[in-house]
């Protein structure tokens, strides 16, 4: 999917409705974000208007084949196309990494996420939200969350491993059908409520917070002098 694409659903009511859930739980895990840098990855321009309000400096990085857009709307332009197995960043200069339509869509998963661990600062943290494969959303091409690869928790949870990250949370969203009818969005909230609790493995995406692994470098044995 493109950048055209992506805007035109989120500017649709399922994809409002869909934004204020999502929104909902990532919230909840970023806390405060003064003086922070957030950095959002793939599309997740819709999640960073509040939690970008809030970060010392909020950038938004569009992977290459999905084009990019101007934003914000008013100020300096923080958006920028990038190559998202190369990020243009020194070494550990983000806080937070808000990553949203992208690992779903990147041809190498693998090397995404090494280069977040790159550009991450030590005990960085990654929200990273992916169409979940035994949820509903998975199987319609009707949002982005039914585009690209889905990720079942214990694959997400050993590339993560892989990937040097430490896993700090999961939670889970969209249990409602991805349907733009009135009735279904209007009980789309009382849906997340009674079929999480009942049956929280179908949610249509999978939200994960992680944090990066630095490991610390023993020093080499000393050689004690015989006397």
């Known amino acids: ?23 909902n739980r990532l919230k909840a895990k970023t806390g405060s974000l003064a003086a922070a ?13 509040e939690a970008g309000a809030e970060a010392g400096t909020s950038l938004s990085f569009m992977m290459a084949r999905q084009g990019v857009i101007h934003w914000p709307a008013e100020g300096p332009v923080r958006s920028a196309l990038v190559d998202e197995t190369d990020l243009p960043l020194l070494e550990s200069a983000v806080d937070i990494i808000i990553a949203v339509h992208a690992l779903e869509l990147c041809h190498a998963p693998a090397e995404m996420l090494r280069e977040v661990w790159r550009v991450l ?19 319609f091409d009707t949002s982005p969350f039914g585009q690209g690869q889905p990720f079942s928790r ?64 023993a020093a080499g044995k000393r050689v004690r002098k015989l006397s």
């Not at 590339?159 to 349907?179: D, G, T």
């Open 1 to 23: 999917m493109d950048v055209v694409d992506l805007r035109e659903f989120y500017a649709s009511p399922l994809g409002n409705t869909t934004r204020k859930l999502i929104a």
């Open 37 to 49: 840098t957030v950095l959002g990855l793939g599309y997740a321009m819709p999640y960073l208007e």
């Open 121 to 139: 600062a030590p005990q960085g943290r990654l929200l990273l939200v992916v169409p979940n494969r035994r949820g509903l959303w998975a199987r």
């Open 154 to 217: 214990p694959q997400l949870a050993g590339l993560l491993r892989n990937c040097e990250f430490s896993i700090l949370s999961w939670s889970h969203a969209l249990y409602f059908p991805p349907s733009g009818s009135g009735m279904v969005l209007s009980s789309a909230g009382a849906m997340e409520s009674v079929v999480g609790r009942i049956m929280p493995a179908v949610s249509g995406v999978l939200i994960v917070e992680a944090v990066k692994q630095v490991y610390a470098i």
